[in-house]
């Protein structure tokens, strides 16, 4: 049986990176792609930062005001203000594709897994030492066109491919053969492994288990009695066991949009008027997709105190790229519960909110 080779390509930074490099003036500097922020005030959160921000402690996901607090921080202690900067998909989407367009040169089977990450299937070179030169060569192409870099992980899967991408980031490159996957995995923290979030962590450190070797002390049947079908789905990846393919048929599984509000409220005009303005945004990327209808709207509504909720409507007769009007409609109806007691019954103010489409088909 020809033994499997998987590449996991992971570009650095990589809103960032692409604003670094494009704009005259930026490089170098810290950069931070993310929500608006104005006179220091902002309510969404960084997308992005790359690596010189990220010394300054701002990384993704950092409250965007917060962000700006530890740029000022940076600031007085005589270091360059970070620079702020709004998402920029279409300029993303563009550097997204020619670095597909690199891959695709030496691989027959590429997945997208998002905008900056790829897996690709190498087993057709028979050797992990030439699936390793070809890498580095598809890093220097990346560079040289691109001027921003990637980390690449080589395994005998998806799962060790991935894992390995991110441990010498950034402009790394690790190869993980399959005889030395226990080696590599059991010294790891047990939240590299992809399923293992904060909560299920906390779990697992009340229990002593911090490390991935911790981890293989348990059998499948007490991690299932702990966490049900994940439990099974843990055992196996705490072992490096992974038979997902690389499928070069990727495909969106849901189209959506979300705003912050400035203010929290409960101003049901503006409360529809966003709404309705996001679903335009969402039925606009449906109509200039691939796909031909939708059998799924969900809506997003997120209270001051960070309660989260979701609304959800299924539909036997999708909707399609003629059925705008109708659309509307259908966003509306699922919002309007929030607006009074029976979705709201503390009528309390509305921070976020939301619209996904889902159940795609061509």
């Given at each position: 049986?020809?033994?499997?080779i998987i590449?996991h390509?992971?570009?650095?930074a990589?809103?960032a990176?692409?604003?670094?490099?494009t704009?005259?003036?930026?490089?170098?500097k810290p950069?931070?792609?993310?929500?608006?922020i104005i006179?220091g005030k902002g309510?969404?959160v960084?997308?992005t930062a790359?690596y010189k921000?990220?010394?300054?402690?701002?990384h993704?996901?950092t409250p965007i005001?917060?962000?700006?607090q530890?740029s000022?921080?940076?600031k007085?202690?005589g270091?360059?203000?970070?620079?702020f900067l709004?998402?920029?998909?279409d300029l993303?989407?563009?550097v997204?594709?020619?670095?597909l367009?690199?891959?695709?040169k030496y691989?027959?089977?590429?997945?997208?897994?998002?905008?900056d990450?790829f897996?690709?299937?190498l087993s057709?070179?028979?050797t992990?030492k030439k699936?390793?030169?070809l890498c580095?060569?598809?890093?220097?192409?990346?560079k040289?066109?691109?001027k921003?870099?990637c980390s690449i992980?080589i395994?005998?899967n998806?799962?060790?491919?991935?894992?390995?991408?991110?441990i010498n980031?950034p402009?790394?490159?690790?190869?993980v053969?399959?005889?030395?996957?226990?080696?590599?995995l059991?010294p790891?923290?047990i939240?590299?492994?992809?399923?293992i979030?904060p909560?299920?962590?906390e779990?697992?450190?009340?229990?002593?288990?911090?490390?991935?070797k911790?981890l293989?002390?348990?059998s499948?049947?007490?991690l299932?009695?702990?966490f049900?079908k994940q439990?099974?789905?843990?055992?196996?990846k705490?072992?490096?066991?992974?038979?997902d393919?690389?499928?070069?048929?990727?495909?969106?599984?849901?189209i959506?949009?979300?705003?912050?509000?400035d203010q929290?409220n409960?101003?049901?005009?503006?409360i529809?008027?966003?709404?309705?303005?996001?679903?335009?945004d969402?039925?606009?990327?449906?109509?200039?997709?691939e796909?031909?209808?939708?059998?799924?709207i969900t809506i997003t509504?997120r209270f001051?105190d960070?309660e989260t909720?979701?609304?959800?409507k299924?539909?036997?007769v999708?909707?399609?790229?003629e059925n705008k009007?109708?659309?509307?409609?259908?966003?509306l109806?699922?919002v309007?519960p929030?607006l009074?007691r029976?979705g709201?019954?503390?009528?309390?103010l509305i921070?976020?909110?939301?619209?996904?489409i889902e159940?795609?088909?061509?």
């Amino acid at each position: 049986m020809t033994q499997r080779i998987i590449a996991h390509l992971d570009m650095d930074a990589f809103f960032a990176s692409v604003e670094e490099v494009t704009t005259p003036g930026f490089l170098g500097k810290p950069i931070v792609v993310g929500s608006e922020i104005i006179n220091g005030k902002g309510r969404g959160v960084v997308s992005t930062a790359n690596y010189k921000a990220r010394e300054y402690g701002i990384h993704s996901a950092t409250p965007i005001m917060l962000a700006w607090q530890l740029s000022e921080k940076a600031k007085k202690e005589g270091k360059p203000e970070a620079i702020f900067l709004p998402v920029d998909f279409d300029l993303y989407i563009k550097v997204s594709n020619n670095i597909l367009r690199i891959i695709k040169k030496y691989a027959a089977v590429v997945e997208p897994a998002s905008i900056d990450e790829f897996y690709f299937d190498l087993s057709y070179l028979k050797t992990f030492k030439k699936a390793e030169t070809l890498c580095r060569k598809i890093k220097r192409e990346i560079k040289k066109e691109e001027k921003i870099t990637c980390s690449i992980g080589i395994g005998p899967n998806k799962l060790i491919s991935k894992i390995a991408a991110g441990i010498n980031k950034p402009d790394g490159l690790l190869l993980v053969e399959e005889k030395d996957v226990p080696k590599f995995l059991n010294p790891l923290a047990i939240r590299e492994l992809p399923g293992i979030g904060p909560k299920t962590a906390e779990i697992f450190y009340k229990k002593g288990i911090r490390i991935i070797k911790d981890l293989n002390k348990y059998s499948e049947e007490e991690l299932k009695e702990m966490f049900g079908k994940q439990g099974g789905k843990i055992y196996y990846k705490a072992r490096g066991i992974d038979d997902d393919p690389v499928t070069e048929s990727y495909e969106a599984k849901s189209i959506g949009e979300q705003t912050t509000f400035d203010q929290n409220n409960l101003n049901i005009t503006l409360i529809c008027d966003t709404f309705t303005s996001l679903g335009d945004d969402v039925f606009k990327r449906f109509v200039d997709s691939e796909f031909s209808e939708f059998k799924n709207i969900t809506i997003t509504v997120r209270f001051a105190d960070f309660e989260t909720k979701t609304s959800s409507k299924s539909f036997k007769v999708g909707i399609r790229k003629e059925n705008k009007k109708r659309f509307r409609i259908e966003i509306l109806k699922l919002v309007l519960p929030f607006l009074d007691r029976r979705g709201n019954p503390r009528e309390k103010l509305i921070r976020l909110i939301g619209v996904k489409i889902e159940k795609l088909s061509k």
